[in-house]
């Protein structure tokens, strides 16, 4: 569970948002709990008790910047915490 934490830390510091891949933060969401619902090239995340629902699409193999900013507000504002389910 280290290597989620490890992006985890990344999203929640706001430093590097460009750099983040978008696989890794796929995984990432699906370790908080999201399940995942995909249609086409656009990943769709949701989760019950959240009312955001998240469309994530990749730009090249990273994830886009402002994708990962409202990933960061949804953990603050939620306070999501790490479930032992992927």
């Not at 999201?34 to 990273?62: A, M, T, V």
Request: glycine share 6%; hydrophobic share 35%; proline share 1%.
């Amino acid at each position: 569970m280290a290597q989620y934490d490890k992006i985890i830390s990344k999203i929640l510091s706001g430093i590097s948002d460009k750099n983040i891949s978008f696989s890794g933060l796929c995984n990432v969401l699906k370790y908080l709990g999201f399940k995942e619902r995909i249609k086409g090239n656009h990943h769709i995340f949701y989760k019950d008790g959240i009312r955001e629902i998240l469309n994530l699409q990749p730009k090249d193999s990273k994830a886009k910047q402002y994708q990962v900013k409202q990933i960061r507000n949804i953990i603050l504002k939620y306070k999501i915490r790490g479930e032992q389910n992927v």
